[in-house]
Antibody, heavy 121, light 107 residues
């Protein structure tokens, strides 16, 4: 059974960089698309972007200037960096796997439990 | 970006009811639509993809229909474990976008 686990600081200061890592267990990270999705408290879901195991990426244009994703296949991990954060970036951040049976791996069949990141001084 | 609009945003229902949730895309997305269920404090769970294909392990009381711009999620006989928030998501084009959610509450 594939499992995903987010890790990283739960508190980030304004203007600094949010960094999260997602560790995949129970299966290989290879040959899948891996996404980050966030959800502010009491609100809906926002797709941040995704990375393929080759390293190719697609980012949400609304965040593109601040987002960097990377993948480390040797560790079965992928990561998110979001720079110049503000209070508006406070949210639960999820990592998720792109389902092989969805076109382009663009729906999500496995999710991490989510990690709350608060932006505050 | 394609805007996904769900209706209603919330409603109350009773166990055993047949419920329908609607999702409308701001432009045609063929059948590139998924539905998710989210319970409080939990990650979303994929229910349906390609507008009408049930994800493995999902009970058959869930069904999806539609193509183009208008889609529906139907729960044929609401169970206690189905009280949750439901989201649609289009994967026709980037950025991938979700609807605002429909919360199904106990009457």
């Amino acid at each position: 059974q594939v499992q995903l686990q987010e890790s990283g600081p739960g508190l980030v200061k304004p203007s600094e960089t949010l960094s999260l890592t997602c560790t995949v267990s129970g299966g290989s990270i290879s040959s899948y698309y891996w996404s980050w999705i966030r959800q502010p408290a009491g609100k809906g879901l926002e797709w941040i972007g995704r990375i393929y195991t080759s390293g190719s990426t697609n980012y949400n244009p609304s965040l593109k200037s601040r987002v960097t994703m990377s993948v480390d296949t040797s560790k079965n991990q992928f990561s998110l960096k979001l720079s110049s954060v503000t209070a508006a970036d406070t949210a639960v951040y999820y990592c998720a796997r792109g389902a092989g049976h969805c076109s382009g791996g663009s729906c999500f069949d496995y999710w991490g439990q989510g990690t709350l990141v608060t932006v505050s001084s | 970006a394609i805007r996904m609009t769900q209706s209603p945003s919330s409603f109350s229902a009773s166990t055993g009811d047949r419920v329908t949730i609607t999702c409308r895309a701001s432009q045609g997305i063929s059948s590139y639509l998924a539905w998710y269920q989210q319970k409080p404090g939990k990650a979303p769970k994929l229910l349906i993809y390609a507008a009408s294909t049930l994800q493995g392990g999902v009970p058959s009381r869930f069904s999806g229909s539609g193509s183009g711009t208008d889609f529906t999620l139907t729960i044929s006989c609401l169970q206690s474990e189905d009280f949750a928030t439901y989201y649609c998501q289009q994967y026709y084009s980037y950025p991938l976008t979700f609807g605002g959610g429909t919360k199904v509450e106990i009457k």
